[in-house]
């Protein structure tokens, strides 16, 4: 039997992007070959790519002014590319602090420049996103995290600035409608709501581009894969595919904003069984939590792996808390259908009536 995947990561895809994506392996498109034995320069893989570049323009209305790029490395190589590519010796990169990927990426943009923590929500361990710091006017770009993965907090707004924003939306990429041009670089790590591990998504406003001195190895360097349209060297063609599938998906159940919807009532239901069951307690703000993932820890330490137990039994994975947090985590990214979500509600439900 299927599970119900809570998993924050890689996570969970539409039952038919999985159908399509094994068949590709064996036939692509009925073409007697396999995605996986096709040169990345034939026509079939050229319009896979076209279509996974366009689709995100289309979905996310994109402006003329940025690009669409799949590049290798996970979002962890672009702590250090956006501060590469960014980030004068003498610049100024501003980051809000919200958990330990951002703290990742201040620490790897220091290497390159000055960098200012403008607000940190270290101090209360990261249950909530920090409001009313001021931005230095003269940064060259403001980080955030849009989501925080292993905290379960996310910006239900962005920070009001006039500073071109670059945002690390691994988690929460395609799960609502943006204003993109108010960011210099997206990028996404396509494993927690895209696709399969070993592509991240990456949108780049081309004017912030070669405003640095330094030498960028070519690899590095955004404007090789802008002027290669992601095909510099042989890209992931797998993992490029399976993304184009999840927002073909995407495309087909009403674009972002339909999304945002099902995900809202998602998040809610799981919220309110939070809330409402005394054993169990949300250590984030009701403001600040995030759509993608909740997490709750028990009251009592005792019930933690009871309740563990019960999951496992009910067919939930993937459910328990990241080690540096402990408790509970449900990631209900896109994919997670509204009947796994019923599931967990009513056996947290259960639960709480049996030892409440
Ligand atoms: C998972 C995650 C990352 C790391 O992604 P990799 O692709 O493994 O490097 C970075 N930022 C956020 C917000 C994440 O959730």
């Given at each position: ?38 040169s990345h320069r034939s026509p079939e893989f050229k319009a896979i790519l076209e279509e996974a570049t366009a689709l995100p323009k289309e979905l996310l209305h994109i402006p003329e002014t940025h690009e669409v790029l799949y590049l290798p ?284």
């Amino acid at each position: 039997m299927k599970k119900h995947n809570f998993s924050a990561g890689p996570a969970i895809l539409p039952a038919e992007v999985l159908t399509q994506a094994a068949s590709a392996v064996t036939d692509l498109d009925g073409i007697g070959l396999s995605l996986l034995e096709i040169s990345h320069r034939s026509p079939e893989f050229k319009a896979i790519l076209e279509e996974a570049t366009a689709l995100p323009k289309e979905l996310l209305h994109i402006p003329e002014t940025h690009e669409v790029l799949y590049l290798p490395g996970g979002a962890s190589s672009q702590f250090f590319m956006a501060a590469m590519n960014l980030l004068a010796e003498d610049g100024l990169g501003a980051y809000i602090d919200t958990g330990s990927w951002s703290a990742k990426a201040i620490k790897e943009a220091k290497a390159f420049g000055p960098v200012e923590v403008v607000a940190s929500s270290k101090d209360k361990n990261y249950t909530y996103i920090p409001k009313g710091y001021q931005i230095p006017q003269d940064a060259t770009y403001l980080h955030v995290t849009s989501n925080n993965t292993i905290f379960g907090t996310q910006f239900s707004a962005f920070p009001e600035t006039n500073i071109p924003m670059v945002a690390d939306m691994s988690s929460d990429i395609f799960s609502r409608p943006l204003d993109v041009s108010r960011f210099g670089i997206i990028y996404a790590g396509a494993q927690k709501n895209l696709g399969p591990a070993g592509t991240t998504l990456v949108i780049i406003h081309k004017d912030m581009l070669g405003k640095v001195k330094r030498a960028i190895p070519t690899m590095l360097n955004y404007q090789t894969h802008i002027d290669k349209g992601s095909a510099f060297n042989t890209p992931p063609v797998f993992p490029i595919y399976v993304c184009l599938l999840t927002l073909r998906w995407i495309a087909h159940h009403g674009g972002v904003s339909e999304i945002q919807k099902s995900n809202a009532s998602k998040a809610t239901k799981v919220y309110e069984a939070i809330d409402r069951n005394p054993l169990f307690r949300c250590p984030v703000p009701k403001e600040d939590r995030s759509q993608m993932n909740a997490v709750f820890v028990t009251q009592n330490s005792e019930h933690e792996s009871l309740f563990l137990e019960k999951c496992k039994a009910n067919n939930i994975s993937g459910i328990k808390g990241h080690r540096s947090v402990g408790g509970f985590r449900a990631s209900i990214y896109n994919a997670m259908p509204m009947e796994s979500i019923d599931v967990l509600v009513e056996v947290m439900d259960d639960f709480a009536n049996k030892h409440g």
